[in-house]
């Protein structure tokens, strides 16, 4: 096995600091954008109103039964043809938020089901509208209980963003083949790419269990 060559990572350690901000970014950003759109998808499926809920079925069996590359595809390529033409960067964002959206929404959309009907019936007969009602009563409750699922999307989308490498979308990944291609490494280039993502997901998992039991404690 080859030794680790720690000369490649100083060398290059502004070029890996650079894709490190990006994936960060790119991360956070497809972060909150995923879970906006899913929970705004999962409330569109249990709506009472049926093109609501056939639009948003449509949405997440469309996106969740096809590779996430091909949605970064479409981003990148697809505007292009109509003289929008946007980033590697912008377009591997957006290609993973709506592809992580799909299946935060089904995880919401448990959750929301998982509440007891008794609690929606008694806000509706208070006189609650439909909208009070999921907002300050059953979405509150139902984020509680999928926090682990949601938990496991968010550090799936981490490892994900390495998909903008494809369309040179200048995150870890991307500037990882730079490095080994001017520098002819490549065990310890990647490597050092490895930890670089344990950087974010660790923290990110360690957040996440004491959130789940803060939740817990509270419920």
Not at 25 to 54: D, Y
Not at 133 to 145: E, G
Not at 160 to 180: K, T
């Amino acid at each position: 096995m080859d030794k680790l060559k720690f000369d490649v990572l100083f060398k290059y350690w502004d070029t890996y600091l650079e894709g490190f901000f990006n994936t960060l970014q790119v991360s956070v950003i497809a972060l909150i954008g995923s879970f906006i759109i899913g929970t705004l998808v999962a409330v569109m499926r249990i709506a009472p109103i049926k093109p609501l809920n056939w639009l948003g079925a449509g949405f997440v069996e469309f996106i969740r039964n096809i590779p996430l590359i091909l949605i970064v595809f479409m981003f990148f390529l697809a505007p292009s043809v109509v003289g929008f033409p946007l980033s590697g960067f912008v377009a591997g964002t957006l290609g993973l938020m709506i592809y992580t959206a799909a299946f935060i929404a089904e995880s919401v959309r448990a959750g929301i089901q998982a509440v007891p009907k008794g609690q929606s019936e008694a806000a509706r007969a208070s006189g609650m509208t439909y909208n009070q009602t999921m907002r300050y009563i059953i979405l509150p409750q139902a984020l509680k209980i999928v926090i682990p699922p949601i938990g496991n999307q968010f550090l799936n989308l981490v490892k994900n963003s390495s998909i903008l490498s494809v369309v040179a979308g200048l995150d870890l990944m991307y500037y990882a083949d730079l490095i080994s291609s001017k520098s002819f490494v490549t065990f310890s280039v990647y490597i050092f790419v490895a930890m670089f993502y344990l950087v974010i997901t660790i923290p990110l998992s360690i957040g996440l269990a004491y959130l789940e039991r803060r939740m817990a404690k509270s419920q």
